[in-house]
Every structure is written in C-alpha cells, then in structure tokens.
C-alpha cells in the first residue's frame, strides 16, 4: 500500500469518526429547521380560535398539536417555514388549496381571524380564503404583518370596511378581497399607500361610493393586475383623466359587470402598450367601439360580450394582430335589453388577425358574408358566428384551417352547399373539427364527404334547404355522437351503410324529412345505443321498425308521421324505464293496448299516441305520466282512471278528446290531483258530470264540449279557482246558470255554455270575470236583460290584435314543462262564427261576446260599447229592443256585429260607418228606419245586412229614402228616344207576333200526330222511306267517284 493511500484512509476514518461524535452531540435524524416556540404557540391559538371546523379528524388543522410527534410546526399542514431562520413565513388554510378538483371546497372552518396573527411577525404569505371569518370585518391589527407580501381574503363574508392599517403593507404584492359582496369600500386611500402592490382583486365587493378608484389606480406604480369585476362601479371616469402620467405596466384588466360609459376608454387607451388582457363584458351603456382599439397593439383577449354596443366593427380591429381570444358576443333576443348590437360587415382586416385561437361574434346583426381572410388564421380553434344576417357561401378556406375544433353559425341566412376539402393541407392528416353547427340557414344540396373529418361529435345541420342525400361517409365518423339535420328536404335511402361506424352516436334528429326513407333488414342491430331518437316524417314503416327496441337508454322517442301501419308492440313499453318522453302520433297504429306491469321512469314525461286507430279501454299505465294526448282515436272508456296507483297520479295533462268515450265518466278524480288540462271534447259522454272533478282544485283548462252531460252543472267545480278555459258547450246541461261562475272563477279567461238548456236570467255575477276574452252563451234558453254591468270586464276594454292578450295566462303553467306540451296554444273551441259554427284552433286572436239564440229581453246596454277590445258581438236571434247604441262607433276593433232577428228600431248610428275594420255586419230582421249612414263602411254591403227592415231606406237597398228623386230626362232627349221608337222596323210589338205564331204553328203540327194515329204512321213512314233514297243517292254517287265513272 503506498504512502498516499495509507494517508487517505487515515483521513476517512478520522472524518467518520469526527461526523459521529457531532452526531452525538447534535441529535442524528432530528430535523435541522425547527419552528419557533413562541410561533407554534401563536398556531395554536390561531386553531382554538377556529370554534367550528369541517375539517374533521382527516383534515388540515388534524396534523397540528402539543403532542411529541407534533410538536415540529414546520411539517404541519398550511405551514412553511424559512429555510434558514426556520421562522413561519407562509399559513394557507385555503380549502382550495387542498381540494382534489377546482372549485371542490368541502372543508372550511368558521372562527375568528385570530390576534395571534400577529406572532407570525416573518409571515409573507397569508391565505385563508373561502373560510367564514367570525366577526366579518378585516382587523386593524391585519397592519401588524408588515413583512406580508401576499393576502388573500376572498371568499371569507366580511363586512364593513377596509381598515387603513391595512395601507401599512408596505411590502405587500397580492391583495385579494373579492367576492365579499357585504364589503362595503368608500375609498381607496388605505391601498394607494401599498407602492409595492402588483395584483389588487376586488372584484364583487361593493364600490358604488368609491369615487378615488381611477385616481388610485394610477398612482401605484408597479400595478400589473386590476380586477374589480362586479364591484358596482359607476362612471367615475372623467375626461381630464385621461391625461395623468400614470403606470405604464398595467397588464391585466377587469371591470366587467359593472355600469360604466363609453369615458372608460380615454382611461384605458393610456395602457395601449401595456394592455394583454382586457374584459370589460356586461358592463358599457349605449355606445360605439371606438377606432383607437387598434392601438393596443400588445392585446392577447379582448372580451366586450354583453354590452350595448352599436354600429359597425372598426376595421383597426385589424390592427391588434396579437389577439389570441376576441369575445364581441350580443345576447338572445327578449333576455337581456343590455346585449351588443353590432351591424354591419365583418371587416376584412380580421384577416389580419391570424393569432386569434378564439373569435364570438355571435348574436349581433351583423351582415355580407364571411370573409375569404378567415382562412389564415391558422390557429383557430373556435369560431362562433351564430344569431346574426350574414349570407352567401360559407368560405372554402374555413374548412382547411387545421386548428379548427368548433364552428358554430347557426340562425343566419347563410347559403350555398358545404365545400369540405377534400385534401390535406399544412400537414394535416386530417382535420380536427369536432363541433360544427349551420342549423336555421339556408344550405342547400347533399350532405358533404366527411373522409378528412373524422373528429366530428357533433354536425348539426337543421333547418336548412338541404334537398340532396345523405353521404355514406357519414357512416365512417366513430365518433360522430349528435346527428341533427331536421327540417330539411333530403331525399334518400337510409341502409346499414350509413350508420356503419356509428358507434357513440347518442342524438339522432332526422325528423322532418318526408322523403327520407328507411331500408334495413328487420333484424338489424344498430352499433350505437342512442338516447335521443327523433324520426318524426320519416318514412319507417308500414311495420313497426324492430330495431329500435334495441335501443335501451333512450330517453326521447319521436316517430310521429312515419308511415307506421301495425299494432304497437308490447316489448316496447319495456323502455319506458328510460323513456321521458313517446311520440307514436299521426300514423296508423291500431288494435288495443294491453296493460303494462313493468317499471316506469318516474315520472314519464309525455306519451303522444294521437291521430291514430288505437281502441278498447285506457290502460292504466298509460295514466301514470305527466302528460297524455289519445286525441283523435277509438278509445271507449277511462274507467281505467280509478284503477290506478292509490298514492294518485303525477298526470298534468290529458286529452282525450274526439275518440268514442261513451257512458258516464268515472267519479274518481281524485286521483289526479296535479291535472291541470283536462280536454274531454268531442266524445259521447252522458250523465252528469262527476262531482269529483271539483277536486281537482288545481286544473286551468277544462274542455267537455260535444257530448251529452245533463242536468246542471255541479257546485263543487267552484273549487276550481285556476281554471282559465271552461267549455261546456254543445251538451243538454240545465238549470240556471250558476252565479258561482263569476263569483270563484275569477281567472277565466273563456267561458263557452253555448248549444245547452240553461235557463233564466243573466247573472250579473259574470262582470266579476275581468280577465274574460271570451264569453258565449248562445243557443240557450237565458231571459231578462243584459247586464249593463258587462262592460266593466277589463280584458275587453283593451285593444291589442295581437294574441299575446290570450297566451298570457297560460305561462303561469309553463307550456313545454311540467307535462304541458309546449304546442298546446291550438285550443280547439266550437263558436258560432259569422253565422256558421266553426272549430277554431287559435283563440288568441279571438275578444268575443256571443249570446245569440237566447231569449234576452230590454235594450243594447250602452256600457257595451266600453268594450273597445272586442272583435266579435253576436246579439242575434233574441227579443231585444230599443235602439242600437249611439256610440256603437266606439267600437273600432270589431270585425264582425251581428243584431239580426231581434225588435230593434231607430236608426243606425252614424258612428258605425267609423268601424273600418268591420267584415261582417247583419242587422236584419228587425224594426229599424231611417236612411242607411253614407260611408263605403255601411253603403257598400251586401243589402241583405239590412232586409227586413220595412222603414230603412238608401244604398245600398233599392228603396229611396223620401226626398229623393229619380233624375230628370232633358226634353231633347225624350224626344230623341221617342223618335228612335217610332222610327225602328222590327218594334216590340213584332217580337210578339213572332212568338205566338210560332207557338201555335208547333203545337199545331205536333198535337196532330199526337192524337191521330193514322197520320202519325204516314209522317214517320214518309221520313223513313226519305231516309233510305238520301242513303241510296250518296252511296251510289260515292262508288262511281271511287272508279272514276262520269
């Protein structure tokens, strides 16, 4: 061993030794940094501050205590001591610091915000964000902590306001208070003193008073982030502002949702090389983007979604080439009045713009078409053009942006077929667009080739004028999960082919297509289970296509309209465990419906089985939806009503209307509790009605028109006070009709009794009805007067042609939720209209007053003509007299008035002649005089308006009123004709010479062979033998013609 070596080892042996006996002395495998006493203490007083914790044994605070094996306050939880000095320079007790996904705060404690705080004297970080702070104010001794850096109390319910210890931050960097809604901020003197603050959020506390915010604001120099989103700002801008030498490092800004003018851009604009981010959505008045935007040349995302933004888009726009994300979004019309309203072209500088990853200009009304430029920006990944005009073809460069992910241009006019590449570009093996949404355009042609698009889930294409087929590379697109191309004019034949690869398709929407057409073999299996199947006017049948019990998720099944000629099979109420909602109307489905036992989804939404040949009793099952439309079938009975679950029924809507319900109706209403349209019409139902059916105390709609009830109608349907529609009409109901009408139905909105026996007078409790549209009354037996009190009902009284008067009542049962379908405004209602009874199916155009073929007695009230709303009075046919009121006029909404067949005298009123939308006018039958009003309104009628009235004179009856005569014939020309009588050869004395020679001559000749025989046989032996030389002399001239003979 040499000398070195020797001395190398010696070395190693003294250094292992030396390292051991330090060791000892300094305690091998204790941790080199321990925490300060007097900190751990002050960590424990901070956790016996916190009285109410969620964080359970398992939580942050779990690993902190006196125990020996706690002891060591670095290794606790939310804890960080300095490397060196070993002092507590970061507490985090955040529970988003230690939730496993974002926004995932499922611990938090509730305590005070200790003193002990304090203690911490080397604290730099200090986070207890979305805890409940006890006390909900920021301490004063919060100024203590003078070697902070970074303070975040968001998220922790304060109140009051911000303490000015806290402007003895000095060092402080990060301050967040947001989302402190209670926080009530005056000023913001504390924070203009933090000269070091980079980030400062206030955003959702309460700075409606904070006057200094801009001045502030630009007096810390090194501010990078200003977040003061939904602070309740006002424009506290003014112009002079805009000149202050301020902060040239503002990166970040946020004063979205707020009320702010357009000044908030002559502050801004002074941050133009500054500015990367920029969001000011849902917080600018009524005003123009300026052209100065081109000058934040360093701008990455720019959000103004939400504003009241007008005019066009500057074409600078195209300046702010560093643009990554631009968001100039409008808003849905009817949902907020503060939404963009951009017109316009898109410029062509957008072109320009070849950064951007994301660009919304959806819901404005901008117009032209898409510019050809949208092709460069290579790096798009989403593009929303959706609710505006744009127009012509959509681009072929689109559709080789190689970033492209999502195209949304839904509801504009666009048009033209879809031009896919068809090749690779930029080195793209295939394009990665998997969002793509035309619907409510105006495409035409086929379906594109979808090879180079193989990333698609979702190709909407509804409401088009696509009129070509459907391309058979749709069915390679795997992963192709929402098909929806509805409302179109596509012809094809659908086979396997098409859904080939189809494997997660889930929405399948090719309904409204009558000339798409099904052709698969019965006992195909689809490769994908779909959860929406839409098929409606597609051709699928005549039988029952099997492959759609199959499928066994599907939540929605729409197969109306298709051609279906078969019974429904019986394993197909095995879906109902996932169905919500069944659309089988509008085919040729027959037979009974057996009872199903099975499991229901609870509750089923809708079964539509209308306008079909089903037959046999209602199974019970079928009761057990929210809604249940059997309009327009064979079936013969309810009974199955009664029946059904004894917890009740979750049915809301029924109609049963136009099938052949016969007998009484079952007395068990009871059960469906929750109906709320119950539409029974046009059946052969007899009896009384069930007293029962007043228990359905919330029903709005109750339809029993075109049947047989008898006797009167019961009392109990007083508890019906939300009923809106009752229809009675066309029954043999009697009695008297009931004051209870006007007194509890309050909210009805029409009331039809017409066609039954109901007798006695009119109540006048029906003026109670002050939101009545429409009232009829006809063909009955009513007698006394009119209550004079019918025009005080408020609804009449109000014009507005429009139906939305109608439809306003309904929304407070929500048309297409909660079981009412969302078409159900097509009320089916039988009144007598212009003389014919007619079944109208949209009453909300209707104001109407009917009380016609009834046996009313005493004059018009003159309160009537209150009604200025009115669009229909029929007083016909009854004992009225007296004269028609003379401010009748006043009624300038009328479209049709019919007083015919009544004891009416006087004149008409000239006032009517102002009506000038009034069609149908009869005043017939009665006892009126006087000259007809001039006026085209009145004069130009048919005359029989006015027959039957003996004293009525002028136009536009033949008869003249005294006073007036026919004109005088000058001299001259009476002479003139005269001559001209006298003068003509063939008079009119020789037309009747003529006549009766002839007449005499005929029956002269004729009655002889009539009555003698002989002379009979002679004439019709001579025409005979006549006949036969004529035929011999022709034919004998016609064969020497044909052989040339002279």
Known sequence: MSRSASQTLVFLALLIYSTGSLGSNLGVGEPKIRCKEVERQALLRIKEDIYNSSYGSGGILSSWGNEEEKRECCEWSGIRCHNKSGHVVKLDLSPSTYARMPYEHTDFFIGNMSSSLVDLRYLKHLDLSCNFVDGNFIPRFIGGLTRLRYLNLSYTWLEGEIPPQLGNLSNLQYLDLSYNKQLKIKGLQSISRLSSLRVLDLSSTNMSIAHDWVHVVNNLPHLTDLKLSDSELRDMVPPSLSLVNSSKFLAVLDLSENLLSASVFQWLFNYSRSLVHLNLFHCLSKTYLPEAFGNLAALESLYLAGNDLEGSIPISFGKMTALTHLDLRGGEIGYDPRSNRLGGPIPKSFGNITALVQLDLSGNQLEGSIPEGFGTMNFLQYLDLSNNMLSGEIPKSIWKICALQEFHAYNNSLSGELHFAESTSRGCVHFPLEILDLGMNRIVGSLPNFTLYQSLKEFRLNSNQLNGNLSKSLGQLSKLEVLHISDNSMADVMTEVHFLKLFNLSHLDLSSNSHIVFDVSSDWIPPFQLAIVELGGCKLGPYFPKWLLTQNSMSTLNIS????????????????????????????????????????????????????????????FLLQVKSLNLFNNKFSDINSLCNCTPYGLELVFLDVSYNQLSGELPDCWSQAGPLQVLVLGSNKLSGKIPTSIGLLTGIEILHLGKNSFTAELPS?????????????????????????????????????????????????????????????????????????????????????GTDSAIREPYQQYSRGWDGIPSDFYNERLFLVWKGVVREFKNLGLLKNIDLSSNKLSGDIPKEITRLIGLVSLNLSRNN??????????????????????????????????QVDRLNTLDLSSNNLSGKIPSGTQLQSRDPAAYLGNPELCGAPLSKKCPGEEEPAISKAIEDDVIDDEQDEFITEGCYISIAVGFIVGFWGFCLTFIINKSWRYRYLKLLNNAGDSLYITVATHKAKLLTGDD
């Open 880 to 913: 009225l007299s007296g004269q028609i009121p003379q401010e009748i006029g006043e009624l300038k909404s009328l479209d049709a008035l019919d007083l015919s067949k009544n004891h009416l005298f006087g004149r008409i009123p000239s006032s009517l002649s």
């Open 716 to 800: 109990s349907l007083q508890n019906c006070t939300e009923l809106v529609i009752f229809d009675v009409g066309e029954n043999k109901l009697s009695g008297q009709t009931p004051t209870w009408i006007g007194n509890s139905l309050t909210k009805l909105v029409i009331l039809s009794l017409r066609s039954n026996n109901f007798n006695g007078s009119m109540p006048s409790e029906l003026c109670h009805l002050v939101h009545l549209q429409l009232l009829d009354l006809s063909s009955n037996k009513l007698s006394s007067s009119i209550p004079n009190c019918l025009g005080n009902i408020t609804a009449l009284r109000a014009t507005g």
């Open 561 to 620: 309209n298709s051609g279906i000629s078969d019974s429904i099979p019986y394993t197909l109420w095995n879906h109902l465990i996932s169905l919500r909602t069944l659309d089988l109307s509008d085919n040729e489905f027959k037979g009974k419906i057996q009872d199903y036992q099975g499991p229901l989804f609870s509750p089923l939404d809708s079964i539509d089985l209308s306008s079909n040949h089903l037959e046999g009793p209602i199974p019970p």
